[in-house]
């Protein structure tokens, strides 16, 4: 998967408590993207960094915020979790903008109860 | 609004032969274009892409073609084996300010008989 991790792999939670998802890469890329799968979505973007601090809205960010506060991490928060956002969650990462191949981890299963 | 679609939401092949997946997209101003793998439980795999200056371009047992008349983007599987058996998404990517973004398609789930 490119030397990208995600953590936690799976997570159960209630709704109305917050959650956080953390994706690390060890590429040095630049460009870091978190997308949620659902059964007949396909994959949708959520949020994305074109370098540190630099973030900006995708096709479907709300009810998240991201964070990204060096080049190897990138967070992405719920901050009250919805049964609407049980999903799966992919990071994604490119070496630049001319870069245009995005390189994806293995995914986190969130279940919002 | 612009979006990326398959034409077939499942494929059966027996082991050995081609495979054809085939995906339509509507954004004109798409650019490039990658074909993605994803088996049960992983991430999306990339498998190869193609420019839109090109019309075809090989890789190793993998073969896409774009036809940009009719907006027409197949991938091409040579002796398909059990393990091409997957979930294959094109994707199309296009500048949109800071950063270039991917819109998928809802994929085809490609099934290898013995």
């Known amino acids: 998967d490119a030397g990208i991790t995600q953590s936690p792999r799976h997570k159960v939670t209630e709704t109305g408590t917050p959650v956080t998802l953390r994706c690390h890469q060890t590429e040095n890329h630049r460009y870091m993207y978190w997308y949620r799968q659902d059964p007949g979505h396909g994959l949708r973007l959520i949020h994305y960094?074109?370098?540190?601090?630099?973030?900006d809205k995708g096709e479907v960010s709300d009810g998240y915020s991201v964070s990204r506060s060096k080049t190897e991490d990138f967070l992405l928060t719920l901050e009250s979790a919805t049964s609407s956002q049980t999903s799966v969650y992919f990071c994604?990462?490119?070496?630049?903008?001319?870069?245009?191949?995005?390189?994806f981890g293995p995914g986190t299963r969130l279940l919002v109860l | 609004g612009e979006s990326v679609g398959l034409h077939l939401p499942t494929l059966s092949v027996q082991e050995g032969d081609n495979s054809i997946i085939n995906c339509a997209y509507s954004?004109?101003?798409?650019?490039?274009f990658i074909w993605y793998k994803q088996e049960s439980g992983k991430g999306p795999q990339f498998i190869i892409d193609i420019r839109s200056n090109m019309d075809k371009r090989q890789g190793q047992r993998v073969t896409v073609l774009l036809n940009k008349t009719v907006k027409h983007l197949s991938l091409q599987i040579a002796a398909t084996q059990p393990g091409d058996s997957a979930v294959y998404f094109c994707?199309?990517?296009?500048?949109?300010?800071?950063?270039?973004?991917?819109?998928f398609g809802s994929g085809t789930q490609l099934t290898v008989l013995p």
């Open positions: 954004n004109s101003a798409s650019d490039y």
């Open positions: 994707a199309e990517n296009r500048s949109t300010g800071s950063a270039r973004q991917l819109t």
């Open positions: 994604a990462i490119s070496e630049s903008k001319q870069q245009e191949t995005q390189y």
């Open positions: 960094s074109y370098g540190v601090k630099d973030t």
